[in-house]
């Protein structure tokens, strides 16, 4: 253990001083190369002033390259290839990717995903937002919504398999939701196990997670509008709906698109939820957990590289939209 930390230490301080070092050497040769005096002065300042920038975004862009681009391109190279990633094979992958029952039901439930859990969270956290800010210990109630957002999805899972938890028939039930159900007298269920509605249970665990996102974000946005604009339509005569609906949701409508594209983009990557609570049975798969499927079980690289393409066809429109409407903002 006591190595370990040594070793991170050291990495840390070499990637501290590697960074500093970079830095002023890359300058100190630019400098060098095209100093700031002489008859040339002003050519060689315009000419560094072009190049400076490029120094510093060239290691965010080797990385880009190395963790992001060429991936990319290595698994189009894949997807066109066996499970060994040796032989073509052409298009034989896509083919079968359009005839696999398995995809299909991951890519429905994927759908299914992307409609109910944005609108849930974004929802949730319109309203936690609008709520908690009328409230004397609103600041408390915001911790706890958003406490979530400090687990990660395996702990999340774990917390709600205690919740989701079904023991068979003469055994003592320990799960919160069986425990209310017979305390209403109905029988305990098995709400993992039962194909459909158990995705729906799987959403609930990201929706109690990306809610506390939502209204941070939203909360920010409420307290961004104008106090003119909302006395104003108090004198007018609006109740408090009329102006939540029709003066504050309007100007914070760029920040709930925002938010609801984040949310959209989680949702297509989502794969510790379903591999932690049912790992993609009884009718609960979907594309990123059959990705690791058949890259970690089948080792079939060729099959998990074009499934993995089809996750970031999906991703990528989404993440273009938000950036320029980020751009737009600035």
Same mark, same amino acid.
């Given at each position: 253990?006591?190595?370990?930390?040594?070793?991170?230490?050291? !990495?840390?301080?070499?990637?501290?001083?590697?960074?500093?070092?970079?830095?002023?050497?890359?300058?100190?040769?630019?400098?060098?190369?095209?100093?700031?005096?002489?008859?040339?002065?002003?050519?060689?300042?315009?000419?560094?002033?072009? !190049?400076?920038?490029?120094?510093?975004?060239?290691?965010?862009?080797?990385?880009?390259?190395?963790?992001?681009?060429?991936?990319?391109?290595?698994?189009?190279?894949?997807?066109?290839?066996?499970?060994?990633?040796?032989?073509?094979?052409?298009?034989?992958?896509?083919?079968?990717?359009?005839?696999?029952?398995?995809?299909?039901?991951?890519?429905?439930?994927?759908?299914?995903?992307?409609?109910?859990?944005?609108?849930?969270?974004?929802?949730?956290?319109?309203?936690?937002?609008?709520?908690?800010?009328?409230?004397?210990?609103?600041?408390?109630?915001?911790?706890?919504?958003?406490?979530? %957002?400090?687990?990660?999805?395996?702990?999340?899972?774990? @917390?709600?398999?205690?919740?989701?938890?079904?023991?068979?028939?003469?055994?003592?039930?320990?799960?919160?939701?069986?425990?209310?159900? /017979?305390?209403?007298?109905?029988?305990?269920?098995?709400?993992?196990?039962?194909?459909?509605?158990?995705?729906?249970?799987?959403?609930?665990?990201?929706?109690? @997670?990306?809610?506390?996102?939502?209204?941070?974000?939203?909360?920010?946005?409420?307290?961004? !509008?104008?106090?003119?604009?909302?006395?104003?339509?108090?004198?007018?005569?609006?109740?408090?709906?009329?102006?939540? =609906?029709?003066?504050?949701?309007?100007?914070?409508?760029?920040?709930?698109?925002?938010?609801? *594209? *984040?949310? *959209? !983009? *989680?949702?297509?990557?989502?794969?510790?939820?379903?591999?932690?609570?049912?790992?993609?049975?009884?009718?609960?798969?979907?594309?990123?957990?059959?990705?690791?499927? =058949?890259?970690?079980?089948?080792?079939?690289?060729?099959?998990?590289?074009?499934?993995?393409?089809? /996750?970031?066809? %999906?991703?990528?429109? @989404?993440?273009?939209?938000?950036?320029?409407?980020?751009?737009?903002?600035?």
């Amino acid at each position: 253990m006591l190595a370990q930390l040594i070793s991170a230490f050291d !990495i840390m301080i070499l990637g501290v001083f590697g960074c500093v070092a970079y830095y002023y050497l890359s300058n100190l040769a630019l400098d060098t190369l095209w100093p700031a005096h002489g008859k040339r002065a002003a050519h060689n300042i315009n000419r560094t002033t072009a !190049i400076r920038p490029w120094l510093f975004l060239f290691p965010a862009l080797l990385l880009l390259t190395v963790y992001l681009v060429y991936p990319v391109i290595f698994s189009i190279w894949l997807s066109l290839h066996d499970r060994s990633g040796e032989v073509f094979i052409g298009f034989d992958n896509y083919r079968w990717m359009a005839n696999d029952a398995k995809f299909r039901e991951s890519f429905g439930n994927n759908l299914l995903w992307l409609v109910v859990v944005p609108a849930a969270s974004t929802a949730f956290g319109l309203l936690a937002a609008a709520l908690t800010d009328r409230i004397r210990w609103g600041n408390i109630a915001k911790s706890l919504i958003f406490m979530p %957002m400090a687990i990660s999805f395996i702990g999340a899972s774990v @917390i709600w398999k205690f919740v989701y938890d079904f023991r068979a028939e003469g055994q003592e039930q320990i799960g919160l939701l069986n425990a209310i159900v /017979i305390g209403l007298g109905f029988e305990p269920q098995s709400w993992i196990t039962t194909g459909f509605w158990n995705s729906f249970f799987l959403m609930a665990i990201l929706v109690w @997670i990306q809610t506390g996102f939502a209204m941070v974000i939203l909360s920010a946005a409420l307290r961004g !509008i104008s106090e003119e604009t909302i006395e104003a339509a108090v004198l007018d005569g609006a109740n408090p709906l009329q102006i939540f =609906w029709r003066i504050k949701v309007p100007q914070i409508w760029g920040s709930i698109a925002v938010v609801w *594209t *984040t949310i *959209t !983009i *989680t949702v297509l990557k989502v794969f510790d939820i379903v591999l932690a609570m049912t790992n993609g049975q009884w009718g609960s798969q979907v594309l990123a957990n059959l990705m690791f499927d =058949w890259m970690f079980r089948g080792n079939d690289f060729g099959r998990a590289s074009t499934v993995a393409l089809v /996750i970031m066809a %999906m991703v990528t429109p @989404i993440m273009i939209w938000n950036i320029r409407n980020a751009k737009r903002d600035l």
